[in-house]
């Protein structure tokens, strides 16, 4: 080979181009392989109890099923508002015994599921009882899968790991957000480094769920939006995925109408129980959905910001929504003109119009929607130093995890951190020339 080739093949390999085609190959072939796993695999759902008894409801299905002394997991704060007492109240009636278990923390590490499961085998609980957010049920489901297991949590992290059932398992959601009580997965942090990592097995899945707008009730204004948000990021990627069926269509468009409708009236009024019951049901849906059709570039990017720049989930998700779907406005284009008229948000000024305009239509209300529900969607502290490192893991998350309809180079995703780099920036100027107006 002569020396004067070798530069040439140098700029191929480092070519961006070249190196997202050979990214697409492998991310389309993981896509196809994610389908057909998808369309295999039995996916159980939890029974599900809807509406201001769904507690006792639950509580009944527990003692029906003979259990004797069920593990509350749930977090501090939110035993401390005395959160649980709707449930040990009725436990207490019926003569029921339980053991709290409170310290599960956002996020939870091995160290807090493996806390958790000594408490669990030490009191001789026969059940668990998950009470809390995503993080609360994700750790809810490694308890529960390692004591039926008889392993450390450790060893189920992958696909599949278990070999036997996990210990029942029933959960009431306190945020309508993640959807973890209808979803196959369960993510842990590593003590040390805070790496995440993923336990998928759909033996994790409760027996039963209970929405309970009462209980979702308290949920301060800033997490209903950020939740909210992430509900229907998990219902338009769903929706948006190659891998969408009509199943997942159904689950994903009624989670975006309720979403749509009903975010807005829990934000502002959040003793509205119709408002929380379905922001809830919305949440289960969004689950349902992506379990089957997966997730895509907003959750991947979101998962860095989240990690890189300290910021919640979900508000990560509403940053970075309006930009990819900015991005899948030509991919996607029939498919959110069909939503749009499918959830019939199509006002009359917009009837007759193309797909193009009803795309471009849907787009402006969700971003109208994240703006109605106070979300700031600048980013502090971001450094273009950063953007390599948080571009080549979404990347990596995208191919190795989801079906979306359109695969973009690293260069893509640096764009859209560049954008709301510009964007924050811009705020914060604007915010400090206010301030000195004021001043
Ligand atoms: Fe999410």
């Known amino acids: 080979m002569s020396k004067t080739k070798l530069p040439i093949i140098s700029t191929l390999l480092n070519n961006d181009s070249l190196q997202h085609a050979g990214y697409l190959a492998v991310a389309k072939t993981r896509a196809k392989v994610l389908k057909v796993v998808s369309m295999v695999l039995p996916i159980p759902r939890p029974l599900l109890y809807v509406g201001e008894e769904a507690c006792y409801e639950l509580c009944d ?66 059940s668990i009882l998950a009470i809390g957010g995503g993080s609360v049920i994700d750790a809810a489901k490694m308890i529960a899968m390692s004591q039926g297991n008889n392993c450390k949590p450790q060893k189920l992290i992958g696909i599949l790991k278990a070999r036997k059932s996990c210990m029942p398992l029933y959960c009431i959601p306190t945020t309508a957000g993640t959807g973890s009580e209808a979803t196959l997965g369960a993510v842990v942090s590593d003590n040390e480094t805070h790496q995440k990592a993923l336990s998928i097995d759909p033996r994790m899945i409760p ?79 969004g689950g349902i959905a992506f379990n089957k059709a997966g997730l895509g570039y907003v959750h991947a990017i979101a998962h860095q910001l989240g990690a890189h720049y300290s910021i919640p989930h ?113 705020r914060a100027a604007d915010d400090d020339s206010k301030n000195d107006k004021v001043a």
């Open 61 to 126: 299905m527990i003692i029906n099923e003979g259990s004797t002394n069920v593990f509350i997991a749930t977090d501090e704060v939110l035993n401390k508002l005395g959160v649980p007492s709707k449930v040990t109240d009725y436990l207490d009636k019926h003569n029921v015994s339980y053991h709290i278990y409170d310290g599960i923390t956002p996020d939870p590490t091995f160290a807090v599921v493996e806390e958790g499961l000594s408490e669990s085998i030490s009191n001789n609980c026969d």
């Open 207 to 285: 027996l039963a769920a209970a929405i309970d707008p009462v209980i979702m009730k308290g949920m301060p204004k800033h997490i209903t939006a950020d939740t909210g948000i992430d509900v229907l990021t998990h219902a338009l990627e769903a929706w948006m995925s190659v891998n969408a069926s009509v199943e997942t269509d159904y689950y994903a468009a009624s989670a975006t109408k309720s979403v749509m409708h009903y975010l807005p009236v829990a934000y502002n009024d959040g003793g509205d129980l119709k408002a929380r019951e379905e922001m809830g049901i919305a949440a289960h849906y």
């Open 314 to 426: 979900g508000r990560a998700n509403a940053i970075v929504l309006p930009y990819v779907l900015d991005l899948n406005r030509k991919s996607s284009e029939k498919r959110l003109a069909k939503l749009a008229r499918k959830i019939g948000i199509i006002e009359s000024t917009q009837a007759g119009k193309s797909d193009k305009e009803l795309a471009s239509y849907f787009i402006d209300q969700v971003r109208a929607l994240i703006k109605s529900v106070g979300i700031d969607p600048t980013v502090k502290g971001m450094k273009e130093s950063d953007f390599d490192d948080i571009a080549k893991a979404a990347a990596r998350e995208v191919s190795d995890t989801y079906a979306v309809p359109t695969y973009m180079p690293a260069s893509g995703i640096k764009d859209i951190l560049s954008r709301i780099k510009a964007t924050s920036e811009k």
